[in-house]
């Protein structure tokens, strides 16, 4: 079962939380599944690892990416190109908004505000709960409390996207999965869908999940390291 | 606590902490920010400080004065602001307090741009501020590294009473890995009553501690400097360390890389090792001191024929890698300076050429 979502939704979450990896996956494999999926890289907090780095993968796939201009691509600038507003406007059938991590990176969509009126938006939270700023309940409640703040809109579904990267086990996913489930049952907030690293899957008893199982084939991989290929599913 | 998922930047300052540093003065800068964000947090958690300068100059000046009294005080920043504190940093090893610096590079001169470089090597290893002296200089290559050494930063500091660098490029703050802490490793410093000007609250003699760093009498100034060169000379003999890698071949060159440069070169030689060609490499994890020794006889090994500098700087770390060869190999550069990182393509590229040359 995979992540069957449409129309605007915004990834985000505490910084490094895996939101940018989660909304390339998700990306593509919504493509692959026929939709119109469309991406706006928001980041205006992190410097390195953002969506702009899969420029080419998306080209490959003909999704379209939103990103600023050519000459500030690496700047350490908060620059919100004017298309996105656009991109809000005449969403695709599947539109993915990646914001910056924590409140400082959701701010950015205050600042859409007018261009969200009367859509229909998803705002999912990225939970990693290996990652110490979001090792419990209480800390995640908190920073979705602040991401609420900061960019007024309220979060309406999670994504469980536990890992430690490569070393990754089957049972870290699982105590990954039941610790969201339990943020999910304090929240009422429906958990989307679960990440699985593609290489984890064979090992991994599906039916331990009662959501959809999104499987991430990484892609901000470092220097020495390629990105997995995503291959047509034809 | 198992392992987390961390950024090298948090997972520097997690260390700081953890290695007894309650004292944190910095200013935002990246690819840096990170620590001071982090430590902006936890600080109070711990009752320690976290102060934000109101630029490098200060900060250089603040860890100098909490130094000076004997606290254990460290900062982060990127190569420019490194700059701003070379005054300070020699002003530090001049005055014999330890402190520990922390520079996630980017690339330069001027201000050059936001991603990785390895182009502060001269700055970290030569000077960056005027006068003799030497930083003890720490390079990590994965973010559990980075861990281990600004936990072994702190006493190395005190046990020289001498500034130790911590230089990353800006992937190892800015990339996530799994990494585990050690246990607190506070150990305070048994030598604290030789410097710390903190009135007669822990001192055990009633020697006057001065801290100061005018020396007008030029027979003092030159003694002065004799006692610094022969503590440099003292970390040479004790405090160097290393990685080889696949040194047990019969390798036919020789890589010498640091940092995240130096997994890129590991890439690069498993792959070349598939394909029949062995490459070695010493990966200095200190950069002072540099391994002298290990490249010296690295470089004696019979089937190898050329010595390649592999830095993402425009050839300087080879000048003391042909240093420590002493003219038995040529030896050869390849990087890049721009942001950019050489792919392990790259670098098998530049080995066959070597390999056909030579």
């Known amino acids: 079962m995979e992540p069957d979502l ?17 909304a390339i996956n998700l990306a593509v494999n ?43 691509l690496q700047a350490d600038l908060p620059i919100l190109s004017p298309a996105v507003s656009g991109l809000i406007r005449q969403a695709g059938q599947l539109t993915i908004l990646d914001a910056g991590g924590d409140d400082a990176g959701a701010t950015v969509l205050a600042a859409l505000a007018d261009a969200f009126v009367g859509k229909t938006v998803r705002m999912l939270q990225v939970v990693n709960p290996y990652r110490p700023t979001t090792d419990t309940i209480d800390k995640c409640l908190q920073i979705k409390a602040e991401i609420e703040a900061a960019s007024g809109i309220a979060i309406n579904g999670l994504v469980s996207n536990a890992n430690l990267m490569d070393e990754t086990t089957a049972d870290d996913l699982y105590s990954g999965y039941d610790f969201v489930s339990e943020l ?32 991430i084939v990484r892609q901000l991989t470092p220097p020495w390291r390629k990105a997995g290929v995503i291959k047509c599913k034809n | 606590m198992g392992k987390v998922l961390m950024k090298g930047n948090e997972a520097i300052a997690e260390a700081a902490i953890r290695a007894g540093c309650l004292n944190y003065f910095a200013y935002p800068i990246t690819p840096q920010s990170e620590v001071a964000e982090y430590l902006a947090k936890r600080m109070p958690e711990v009752d320690g400080v976290f102060l934000q300068g109101e630029s490098e100059v200060a900060v250089g000046y603040m860890i100098f004065g909490a130094s000076a009294c004997g606290a254990r005080v460290m900062t982060t920043s990127s190569s420019p602001g490194v700059s701003l504190m070379g005054e300070a940093i020699s002003y530090i090893t001049a005055a014999q307090c330890p ?15 936001i991603l990785p470089s ?5 700055q970290a290893t030569k000077g960056g501020g005027h006068g003799d002296y030497r930083l003890l200089v720490m390079a990590p290559a994965s973010v559990q590294e980075a861990v281990e050494m600004m936990m072994e930063a702190f006493p190395l500091a005190e046990k020289y009473r001498n500034p130790v660098m911590l230089v990353g490029d800006g992937l190892i703050g800015q990339m996530m890995e799994p990494v585990e802490f050690p246990d607190n490793l506070s150990i305070p410093a048994t030598n604290k009553d030789a410097w710390a000007t903190n009135g007669m609250d ?8 001065l801290v100061k760093t005018l020396y007008l009498n030029p027979e003092e100034l030159n003694a002065h400097n004799l006692l610094l060169k022969a503590k440099y000379e003292r970390m040479k003999q004790e405090a160097v360390k290393y990685e080889p890698y696949n040194l047990d071949s019969a390798y036919q060159v020789l890589i010498v890389s640091y940092g995240t440069m130096s997994r890129v070169c590991k890439t690069a030689i498993d792959m ?39 830095e993402m700087s425009m050839g300087q770390m080879i000048e003391d890698v042909e240093r420590c060869i002493k003219g038995r190999l040529p030896v050869k550069w390849h990087g890049k300076c721009g942001g950019d990182v050489p792919t392990p393509e790259e670098v098998i590229d530049a080995v066959k050429r070597l390999i056909a040359e030579y």
């Open chain 2, 99 to 113: 402190a520990v610096f922390v520079n996630i590079m980017r690339g330069g001169p001027g201000l050059g741009g």
């Open chain 2, 272 to 310: 070349l090792k598939d394909e029949g060609i062995e490459v070695g490499m010493v990966r200095p994890q200190t950069l002072f001191p540099f391994p002298e020794q290990a490249i010296f006889e690295a470089a004696a090994c019979e089937s190898c024929k050329v010595a390649l500098s592999v």
């Open chain 1, 6 to 22: 449409d129309g605007i939704v915004i990834i985000a979450g505490a910084y490094g939380s895996g939101k940018t990896e989660v």
């Open chain 2, 202 to 209: 822990t001192r055990k003699s009633d020697k006057r501690n």
């Open chain 1, 30 to 72: 919504r493509k692959r599944a026929g939709y119109d999926v469309k991406v706006a890289d928001l980041d205006l907090v992190n410097p390195y690892f953002r969506t702009r780095e899969a420029a080419a993968l998306f080209n490959r796939w003909g999704i379209e990416l939103i990103v600023p201009a050519q000459e500030w």
């Open chain 1, 184 to 215: 999910s049952r304090l929240t009422n907030l429906p958990i989307e869908f679960v990440t699985a690293a593609q290489e984890l899957l064979p090992e991994l008893n599906l039916n331990r999940f009662l959501t959809p199982v999104l499987p």
């Open chain 2, 118 to 122: 390895q182009a502060d090597y001269f």
